[in-house]
Structures are given as structure tokens and as C-alpha cells.
């Protein structure tokens, strides 16, 4: 009779439509995640017309997630200039790569970073701000000589413009003289060799507030049966 009891009662609640009720733990709220941006560059001078490329990253304050969700932007503030000017877009996700970048003067560069959500569990990346990084550019200096003889060209738009020239007394840099380049940009000059032994020289373009100084230094020799030779090294 207590089995028949037990079986009744369970076809009852059956009938009945009793359906079990799954109970599940509450969802997890979604965060608020501090993120910081940070930005590099393997040299920090280059010369116009090279390519620069940009190591960066969005690092996050999360221990269980290092880096942010979405989009930067790497920014170039041109010198003498005002305005920041959006450069390249990226959005790697553990690691930014900015690549490609022309050098056309002296600049400071930024990454920005406007923020984001996780679309999996809604938690929101706060924007954040690289410091600055300072890129100085010398002008594009094409240097050759024969005999010594020494000429080239300079760019970009260094018409009319000086080179100065050093001469090494003892174990210092005197001014022997300051040449100029046409209006193209060309330049040719000769430098004087002693009759033993070298004499060495410095070559410098000055720099200015758009571009870095640029210098090299050579010598001049000589010796019999052949004319005064010039070798400049960069």
C-alpha cells in the first residue's frame, strides 16, 4: 500500500503540470576599466623622407584583461604648428602598430585612445592619452666628392642657404668657412689638403625650428703623382 501511495502521488503532480524551476546565479555587473596608452619609436632622430614606424598599446587597469578593446589614433603635432593632425588608425587588440609614417620635419606624436565597450560582458574602457614623443628630421643631405672636390644637394627647399664648414685645429672644431647652396639646392666646393698627413673637416646644415642639424665629418689628404683627395664619412 506505501508503494501504491508513492505512485499515485507522483502521476498527480504530472497531471497536475507542475513544471520544475531552474534556479541560476545572478550575472555578473558589468565594470568600469581604467586604460592607459603609451607610444614609442626606434630612433629619435631620422632623416627626410625615411619611414618611421610607432611600437603603442592601450594596457588596461583590469589584472584579468591587459589590454582594451577598439580603436586609436596616432596624432602628429607639426612644429610651428598649433593643431594636432590624425595621422593612422589601429585597432589591434593586445598590440598597436603604426607603420609607414613619412618623416616631413620635426613633430611630436600621440596615441589616442576614445575609449570602448566589451560587447561579450558590457564593461566600458575609459579613453586615455599617450604622453608625447618628440621625433626630430634633418634634412636630406645627398653628399659626394671627386678629387677634393665636394658637392651635392640638399632638400627639401634649402635654396640659397648655408653650409658651414669646420677645420680641426688640435683637438678642436675652428670655422674655416660658410658656403651657400643655388637655387636648386646644389652646393659644390673645394677643400684644401695639406701636403702630408690629413686635415679634417666638419660639415654641418643648421637646423631650425622645422628641421634637426645635420653634421658629417671627413678629411682631406694627398700624396705624390695624384691630386688632393677628399673622404667624407656620414
Known sequence: MRITRLIAGTLTAGLLGITPIAISAPA???VTVDTAATITSSKSTYVYGETINFDAAVTTSDPERAYAPGEATLYML???????????????????????????GNAAYKVVYAGGTDLYDGDVFNPS????????????????????????????????????????????????KTFKTNKKGKFSFKLPAP????????????????????????????????????SITN
Request: hydrophobic share 35%; net charge positive.
Open 78 to 104: 607639426a612644429a610651428g604648428s598649433s593643431a594636432w593632425e590624425a595621422v593612422a588608425t589601429d585597432d589591434g587588440v593586445s598590440y598597436l602598430y603604426f607603420s609607414g609614417i613619412k618623416a616631413r
Open 129 to 176: 592619452e599617450s604622453a608625447p614623443i618628440t621625433v626630430n628630421v634633418a634634412r636630406k643631405v645627398v653628399l659626394k666628392s671627386t678629387s677634393n672636390r665636394l658637392f651635392g644637394k640638399i632638400a627639401p627647399k634649402y635654396k640659397r642657404k648655408p653650409i658651414k664648414v669646420q677645420k680641426k685645429v688640435g683637438k678642436k672644431w675652428k670655422k674655416y
Open 195 to 230: 701636403r702630408r698627413g690629413k686635415t679634417f673637416w666638419k660639415i654641418t646644415v643648421p637646423g631650425n625650428k622645422q628641421f634637426a642639424t645635420w653634421q658629417t665629418t671627413g678629411s682631406t689628404y694627398s700624396y705624390r703623382g695624384v691630386a688632393p683627395r677628399a
Open 28 to 30: 555578473s555587473a558589468a
